[in-house]
């Protein structure tokens, strides 16, 4: 991996430069393209001239598990981002489900206990297997130690842990038995590993990492990671995609997921990350990492202040 | 600290001189007098041949902060052990709320935030504090970014996060503003470290400790450890009841609390842990901390079936 140590703030030059340069990009969300509900400034015009007046191809990868690939597909045309297919779209929901059947080789209709949202319920629906847990809401109950939701159900053959608004402990107490069962061997897969995400109003929120720690923490076990910045899921992107992975640039406002996502993964041969500050990192986190900690694989290739400023950097 | 490496199985001869060597002994609770809620058998004999036979000072160490002093005193009633008064019972909700009075020296009346069940919420009340969060039946609705509950209220003093099957997503994202509130400058206690604790049935369930973890690891910082196998509870303990570091042994069936508890806090001059084998840790636990992975801190002094065990070789 080539890459220089201090990132490049991008300039009208380098925007231009950046566009010639990569064929394919994939773009985190939340932060990037929309804030919660309200789109970036920008960020739709930018994503047409890409794709209309550029040609590129794009995809967008976000660690959030909690809406399926339908969901999200709706909040693009919510939003009114044109140019948008359900093939485009990679939520962690949706590579937990093709980690299950493509790696674990695990066949439909197998039972899969689920600590999640909607979104994984329905991506592993969508494959063909029979979730347990998830919303189910008899798990909404007061905790009982008597419940028969606590008796392990042999046939379960993966759990699945992500973000949920559900978490109680009648939901923690189930998973935890699925993921001590015989020895720990049901394989445990989480979504993602980030920790918290900005809420309105200055809230931060538990985000599905927490919840995968706390699991893994509680159950003393490893779990199979499906989300940034796991190679795994940038594989799979890849090769689902046809991208070449040296000419295919990364958009997030995340340091240690997205911008490591990209470094890790070698995209644009050393030279694939692009960090906007419209999210979760600002200006003082960026330097405290390119300064003090010297963590190349967090430090981004370019930067910039969000897909609107690059927008504008590229229009005039 | 002096100690044998290897702990020695308690025969007739070493029972009688433990008897004689130690003027306190401080018990564990579940899995050492009780399981849940039956008797060991012979505990309740035991006791009563130590305080009225042989006129030991006994005190009851717990990590669970479920439970009050009060109502623990309950429990020994209900399960008819005699003798027992309720500045003997030493629970980890009210060694938090000890800390809160006379370590952090914050004023009666103050708030105090807890994620955890009546037992904190009872002690901080005889203590004169002001509970936040807790049981709040508010706390038990869904989710809703928007509630009021979530607005950090500047009064409170101190944070209190401890075992609770009132867990869930409002009660964790609630308490989650509190420990990140003023760039984390709210005290924050942790009533024990225990990740899981065995149920009926074979099941293992979710401890305090995983909470506690759950909590430190979204926040990312540090907590204030209460339990055992913390210095500062059993010292505050050795102080209140007057007990002579070096006449001390610590009775408990976890070699990572009560027998780090004990041997970590120097009791019985090096010499004062005992382990029983009715409650978590099995013969092999024990083989496999003494055997392969040599750990002093870990290893007890003795180790004996149970207290009825102990009784019996103190009779015959």
């Known amino acids: 991996m080539t890459r220089t140590s201090n990132p490049v703030y991008v300039t009208k030059d380098t925007a231009r430069k950046i566009v010639d340069k990569y064929d394919n990009f994939l773009f985190d969300c939340d932060g990037v393209v929309w804030l919660d509900e309200d789109l970036i400034p920008g960020a739709s015009s930018l994503l047409e001239y890409l794709t209309a007046h550029r040609k590129k191809h794009v995809a967008f990868v976000t660690n959030n598990s909690s809406k399926s690939r339908c969901e999200y597909l709706a909040k693009f045309q919510r939003l009114a ?51 347990m847990g998830g919303t189910d809401t008899q798990l909404d109950d007061e905790f009982d130690a008597k419940s028969a939701l606590l008796r392990v159900d042999p046939d379960v053959r993966a759990v699945v842990v992500g ?69 795994r899921f940038l594989d799979l992107i890849l090769r689902d995609r046809g991208f070449d992975r040296d000419r295919t640039l990364m958009v997030g406002d995340t340091l240690y997921t997205d911008v490591k996502f990209a470094n890790d993964g070698d995209l644009g041969g050393g030279q694939g990350s692009l960090l906007v500050l419209s999210g979760g990192t600002t200006r003082d986190d960026l330097e405290a990492v390119v300064g003090l900690e010297r963590d190349e694989s967090l430090t981004p290739s370019y930067y910039t202040e969000s897909l609107g400023h690059l927008m504008d950097l590229l229009r005039d």
């Open 163 to 231: 973000s949920t608004k559900s978490l109680n402990y009648m939901r923690i107490a189930a998973t935890l038995q699925y993921l001590l069962y015989k020895n720990k061997s049901i394989p445990f897969i989480g979504t993602n590993i980030d920790k918290t995400y900005p809420g309105a109003d200055g809230l931060v929120l538990p985000a599905g990492g927490s919840v995968v720690s706390f699991m893994a923490d509680t159950a003393q076990r490893d779990f199979i990671s499906v989300g940034k910045p796991s190679r």
């Open 81 to 131: 981002i044109e140019n948008v297919t359900l093939d485009m779209i990679y939520p962690t929901c949706y590579s937990a489900a093709l980690e299950i059947r493509d790696v674990l080789h695990i066949p439909p209709k197998s039972k899969i206990w689920v600590l999640g949202d909607h979104g994984i319920e329905q991506e592993l629906a969508n494959l063909g297997y029979v979730v």
